[in-house]
C-alpha cells in the first residue's frame, strides 16, 4: 500500500495510484513493482492503493475513502479491460467462477445518473449463508443471466467436460505439472507449465469476446464512472489520469483483432480536456511481436514483469513532467 506516512510532508510533488491488481502490481517484489520505479523516477513517494479483483467502481470508491486522508496532486486510476465485467458484478462468482467470497456494491445508471447499490454482505459471518441473499444477486448482477446459467454444467458432468478437447488438454497438462511437483523433477520433451498458459488462454477467449460485447453494451455506465473520477478531481483540485493496461489474456487476443474497448480512449480525449489518458497497448509493443514476454513467468503468468513495470513507470513519469512544463 504505500502508507501515507512515509510520505515526506515538505514535498513539492505528490502521487498516488488506484486501481486493480495490474496497479498493485502483483506476481513481483516491492522493489520491483512500477510505483516504486515511479518514486524513484520522480524523487517523492508513491502510494499504491491497487486492489486485487477491483474493478474502476470499487477503485473509486476506495478513491473517496482514501484521499482525504493522502491528498495528492496526481491521481493514476490503472485498470485492465476487466473492469468493463467487474462493474457489472455483485457476486463475482456468476462470472469468475469460484470467487465466491467476492461480493461487492456496484453503481447502476438511473435517467443518466449513477446510483449506489450497497453490498448485501456487511459481515464475513453472512458469506456463509449467500444462499439466502440470492435473489438479491441475481437481481443486480448482470452476469447471472448472461454468463454463468450459459456456462452451468449438468448432468451427465463427463459430456460437459468432454464437449470441448481444450478441456481434456487444460487438464492434461496440469496433471502433468503435478506428477513433475511429485517427482520433483521435470519430464522432458514438454513445458507443461507453458502448455497450460497457452491452454489457458484458449479457454480464455469466450470470455475476453464477452468482455468485448460488453463495452458495446454498457460503455455508457464506464462513462459514467470515469466522469464520476474526473468531477472527483476537479472537486478536490488534483490532476486525473486513467491508464488503461492488459492482461495477457487480452494481449493476444488484441494482437490480432485490435482493442476490445474499441473508441473509449478516444471518446475519453474528446469529452475531457482536463483527464489525461494513456493506453498502455501502445507504449508496450514487443519489436518480435511476442507480448507474453511482457509479464512474469510464474504464478498465473497475467501480471507485468519487472522490465515492463520499470517502462510503465516512465511513461506515468513523463505525463507528470509533462503537466510540470504545461504549468
Same mark, same amino acid.
Given at each position: 500500500?504505500?502508507?501515507?506516512?512515509?510520505?515526506?510532508?515538505?514535498?513539492?510533488?505528490?502521487?498516488?495510484?488506484?486501481?486493480?491488481?495490474?496497479?498493485?502490481?502483483?506476481?513481483?517484489?516491492?522493489?520491483?513493482?512500477?510505483?516504486?520505479?515511479?518514486?524513484?523516477?520522480?524523487?517523492?513517494?508513491?502510494?499504491?492503493?491497487?486492489?486485487?479483483?477491483?474493478?474502476?467502481?470499487?477503485?473509486?470508491?476506495?478513491?473517496?475513502?482514501?484521499?482525504?486522508?493522502?491528498?495528492?496532486?496526481?491521481?493514476?486510476?490503472?485498470?485492465?479491460?476487466?473492469?468493463?465485467?467487474?462493474?457489472?458484478?455483485?457476486?463475482?462468482?456468476?462470472?469468475?467462477? &469460484?470467487?465466491?467470497? $467476492?461480493? @461487492?456494491?456496484?453503481?447502476?445508471? +438511473?435517467?443518466?445518473?449513477?446510483?449506489?447499490? +450497497?453490498?448485501?454482505?456487511?459481515?464475513?459471518?453472512?458469506?456463509?449463508?449467500?444462499?439466502? @441473499?440470492?435473489?438479491?444477486?441475481?437481481?443486480?448482477?448482470?452476469?447471472?443471466?448472461?454468463?454463468?446459467?450459459?456456462?452451468?454444467?449438468?448432468?451427465?458432468?463427463?459430456?460437459?467436460?468432454?464437449?470441448?478437447?481444450?478441456?481434456?488438454?487444460?487438464?492434461?497438462?496440469?496433471?502433468?505439472?503435478?506428477?513433475?511437483?511429485?517427482?520433483?523433477?521435470?519430464?522432458?520433451?514438454?513445458?507443461?507449465?507453458?502448455?497450460?498458459?497457452?491452454?489457458?488462454?484458449?479457454?480464455?477467449r469466450p470470455r475476453v469476446r464477452y468482455h468485448e460485447r460488453l463495452f458495446d453494451t454498457h460503455e455508457a455506465l464506464f462513462d459514467a464512472l470515469i466522469a464520476e473520477?474526473?468531477?472527483?478531481?476537479?472537486?478536490?483540485?488534483?490532476?486525473?489520469?486513467?491508464?488503461?493496461?492488459?492482461?495477457?489474456?487480452? $494481449?493476444?487476443?488484441?494482437?490480432?483483432?485490435?482493442?476490445?474497448?474499441?473508441?473509449?480512449?478516444?471518446?475519453?480525449?474528446?469529452?475531457?480536456? +482536463?483527464?489525461?489518458?494513456?493506453?498502455?497497448?501502445?507504449?508496450?509493443?514487443?519489436?518480435? &511481436?511476442?507480448? +507474453?514476454?511482457?509479464?512474469?513467468?510464474? &504464478?498465473?503468468?497475467?501480471?507485468?514483469?519487472?522490465?515492463?513495470?520499470?517502462?510503465?513507470?516512465?511513461?506515468?513519469?513523463?505525463?507528470?513532467?509533462?503537466?510540470?512544463?504545461?504549468?
Amino acid at each position: 500500500v504505500c502508507p501515507a506516512k512515509e510520505r515526506d510532508p515538505d514535498a513539492d510533488l505528490t502521487v498516488s495510484t488506484y486501481g486493480d491488481s495490474y496497479c498493485f502490481c502483483r506476481e513481483v517484489d516491492n522493489d520491483e513493482t512500477f510505483q516504486n520505479h515511479l518514486a524513484q523516477e520522480l524523487d517523492t513517494h508513491v502510494a499504491n492503493y491497487g486492489g486485487g479483483n477491483y474493478g474502476l467502481d470499487q477503485a473509486l470508491m476506495r478513491l473517496k475513502r482514501q484521499y482525504p486522508e493522502d491528498p495528492t496532486d496526481h491521481v493514476f486510476m490503472v485498470v485492465t479491460a476487466s473492469s468493463i465485467a467487474r462493474i457489472l458484478s455483485v457476486w463475482k462468482h456468476y462470472q469468475e467462477f &469460484g470467487n465466491i467470497l $467476492a461480493v @461487492k456494491p456496484r453503481y447502476v445508471l +438511473e435517467d443518466g445518473e449513477l446510483e449506489r447499490i +450497497e453490498s448485501p454482505v456487511d459481515e464475513k459471518e453472512e458469506l456463509l449463508d449467500l444462499e439466502s @441473499k440470492a435473489d438479491f444477486l441475481r437481481e443486480y448482477d448482470f452476469h447471472y443471466d448472461h454468463w454463468f446459467r450459459p456456462h452451468f454444467a449438468t448432468r451427465p458432468y463427463t459430456a460437459d467436460f468432454l464437449e470441448k478437447n481444450e478441456h481434456v488438454r487444460y487438464a492434461g497438462y496440469t496433471a502433468g505439472k503435478e506428477l513433475e511437483r511429485r517427482l520433483g523433477r521435470s519430464i522432458p520433451g514438454i513445458d507443461f507449465d507453458l502448455a497450460q498458459t497457452q491452454s489457458a488462454l484458449r479457454l480464455e477467449r469466450p470470455r475476453v469476446r464477452y468482455h468485448e460485447r460488453l463495452f458495446d453494451t454498457h460503455e455508457a455506465l464506464f462513462d459514467a464512472l470515469i466522469a464520476e473520477f474526473v468531477d472527483y478531481a476537479d472537486e478536490q483540485g488534483f490532476d486525473p489520469t486513467f491508464v488503461m493496461v492488459q492482461q495477457l489474456r487480452y $494481449a493476444t487476443y488484441e494482437s490480432e483483432h485490435g482493442p476490445i474497448y474499441g473508441d473509449l480512449m478516444d471518446r475519453l480525449d474528446d469529452r475531457y480536456d +482536463e483527464l489525461t489518458t494513456i493506453d498502455m497497448a501502445t507504449h508496450l509493443s514487443p519489436e518480435d &511481436g511476442d507480448v +507474453e514476454s511482457l509479464y512474469v513467468e510464474r &504464478g498465473e503468468g497475467g501480471h507485468y514483469s519487472p522490465e515492463t513495470n520499470a517502462e510503465i513507470a516512465q511513461v506515468l513519469a513523463d505525463v507528470v513532467e509533462q503537466r510540470a512544463i504545461a504549468e
